[in-house]
Nanobody, 125 residues
């Protein structure tokens, strides 16, 4: 089955850090721009960050700019999301998805595919 497998979530105190990892399963992620998304209870899914196929271009939601950093390692077929200075409002299930474009598309593009099962991030004291 072609999908991403997310890992690295957990429970962390406010101002703490987590590093999420997204591994491609059944396909090579080299030819895709890859995004991280999240969905909090009772809220719609929102885009968090995206990295272009080349890795040269990145995009972040305003709510996470300066705190989150996305990176990719095509040799390992993974995309990581380093999350620092976490806040309670970052609590959500985090997912990654791919789009077969050289650059990231808008967050709500139906072209994002290969959604994984997600990893839970809980920020609480």
């Amino acid at each position: 089955q072609l999908q991403f497998v997310e890992s690295g979530g957990g429970l962390v105190h406010p101002e703490g850090s987590l590093r999420l990892s997204c591994a491609a399963s059944g396909f090579t992620s080299d030819y895709y721009s890859i995004g991280w998304f999240r969905q909090a209870p009772g809220k719609e899914r929102e885009g968090v960050s995206c990295i272009s196929m080349s890795g040269r271009f990145t995009r972040y939601a305003d709510s996470v700019k300066g705190r989150f950093t996305i990176s990719r390692d095509d040799g390992k077929n993974t995309v990581d999301l380093q999350m620092d200075n976490l806040k309670p409002e970052d609590t959500a299930i985090y997912y990654c998805a791919a789009v077969r474009r050289s650059l990231c598309l808008q967050w709500d593009s139906p072209e994002f595919t290969y959604w994984g099962q997600g990893t839970q991030v809980t920020v609480s004291s």
